[in-house]
């Protein structure tokens, strides 16, 4: 097959979709792999390291999709990239129709076979493709979460792990899935006192066996949150309910329970956050300041580690990329459950029952046909 990866165009975005070594093994298997110049630059990845292991460099966009069978992306295909996209061609990446209803529109007119990360669920119900994105945006919480505590930056003017003689921070971590016990992780090897929120009791007791003893593993309520929020100087919103928008467990008015130049870190707006006062921002303008409490709402945070962050993802969707170039989509499809289930738009159609769902438009199960 021959596979494309164009040079992303977001702004802040900083990934690219497949590494050298993907190169490498796309070739190996058979294939032939076409690389935008630039497109490694934002990651620190060199056009002579894709070259060297056996890319073949293109200046634009345009040859990448005027050629490639698949495209390997990071995100969503932007308005100036639609004229480019062909009917039959594979684009794999994160897609996030049910957010957007014009890309949606876009890529069912264009023919592609829109195969989105966001939906590759394997048959234990995980979602592999975003998971290492939350272990980015976790761990990150904490870096950034020390960086506001600063007093130059507005913050509390706290060190997280105190000195011998002065106590370490006071961390609350709502929500213990991914994103939150990374940051726990982190924030327990800085040495603060951290007490981590979960609704989900299993989930309690595991993070319970596993967290060193400057981690609380709590019942997250109403009650609960309050008493964390007196004593926290940094709160990190880290709870999701899937495909909801994220339960809001901090009211405007809690805030003035929290000291002032106390930090908000609250990870999980791109779901609408869990605190009241929290609005999305960017990289670089990512905090504001409500109730003398820094707010940092930014939605996209693993792009600012880009070189981690590409990492991290191409590790996981190399796999995949191979199963899809050395099967074709539809062998793949039929064999492998999760490719199936990441298939949003086919043929003109929509095979995502909630995408289909979110505008009203018509869905087809044609790869779901026993799913009830
Ligand atoms: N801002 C960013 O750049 C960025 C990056 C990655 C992930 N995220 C977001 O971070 C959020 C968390 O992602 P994740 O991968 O950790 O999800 P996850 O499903 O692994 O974990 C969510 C946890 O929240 C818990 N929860 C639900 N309701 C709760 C409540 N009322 N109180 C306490 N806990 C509650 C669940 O039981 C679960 O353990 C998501 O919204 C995700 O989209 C944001």
Redesign the pocket.
């Known amino acids: 097959m021959l596979v494309g990866v164009p040079k992303e165009i977001k702004r802040d975005e900083y990934r690219v979709a497949l590494l050298p070594v993907g190169v490498e093994e796309l070739t190996r298997a058979g294939h032939t792999v076409l690389v935008q110049r630039d497109a490694g630059l934002g990651s620190g990845i060199l056009d002579e390291h894709y070259a060297e292991h056996g890319a073949k460099l293109v200046d634009t966009a345009a040859e990448i999709f005027g050629q490639a069978e698949l495209v390997i992306k990071v995100k969503e295909p932007l308005p100036q990239e639609w004229p480019l996209l062909r009917p039959g061609q594979i684009v794999f990446t994160y897609f996030h129709f049910a957010a957007d209803r014009k890309l949606t529109e876009a890529v069912l007119a264009s023919g592609v076979t829109a195969v989105a990360y966001e939906t590759l669920r394997d048959d234990q119900g995980r979602?592999p493709l975003?998971?290492p994105?939350?272990e980015?945006?976790?761990r990150m919480s904490i870096q950034e979460g020390a960086k506001y505590l600063e007093r130059p930056q507005m913050g509390r003017g706290i060190l997280l792990g105190g000195v011998p003689g002065v106590a370490p921070a006071n961390i609350t971590i709502?929500?213990?899935?991914?994103?939150?016990?990374?940051a726990a992780k982190v924030a327990a090897g800085f040495g603060a006192d951290i007490g981590l929120?979960?609704?989900?009791m299993d989930?309690l007791r595991y993070l319970d066996d596993i967290m060193p003893p400057n981690v609380d593993c709590l019942f997250?309520d109403r009650h609960t949150?309050r008493e964390q929020l007196k004593r926290a100087d940094l709160v990190i919103?880290?709870?999701?309910?899937?495909g909801a928008k994220?339960?809001r467990?901090i009211e405007a008015d809690d805030l003035r329970l929290m000291q002032p130049g106390s930090v908000i870190i609250?990870?999980?707006?791109?779901?609408g956050g869990?605190v009241a006062t929290s609005r999305p921002t960017t990289h670089s303008e990512p905090t504001f300041i409500i109730d003398q409490v820094v707010h940092y709402?930014?939605?996209?945070?693993?792009?600012a580690v880009g070189r981690t962050s590409t990492y991290a993802l191409c590790n996981v969707t190399l796999p995949w990329a191979l199963q899809i170039a050395n099967r074709g989509i539809l062998p793949a499809a039929q064999t492998l459950r999760p490719i199936a289930r990441a298939i949003n738009i086919i043929d003109h159609e929509i095979t995502n029952e909630a995408v289909a769902a979110s505008f009203g438009l018509p869905y087809s199960p044609r790869f779901h046909p026993h799913a009830g």
Not at 266 to 271: E, F, K, S, T
């Open positions: 979602l975003l998971t994105m939350s980015v945006a976790g709502l929500g213990g899935g991914v994103v939150g016990a990374n929120l979960d609704v989900n989930r997250s949150v919103g880290a709870v999701l309910i899937p994220a339960p467990l609250d990870v999980a707006i791109d779901q869990c709402c930014v939605t996209n945070m693993p792009g």
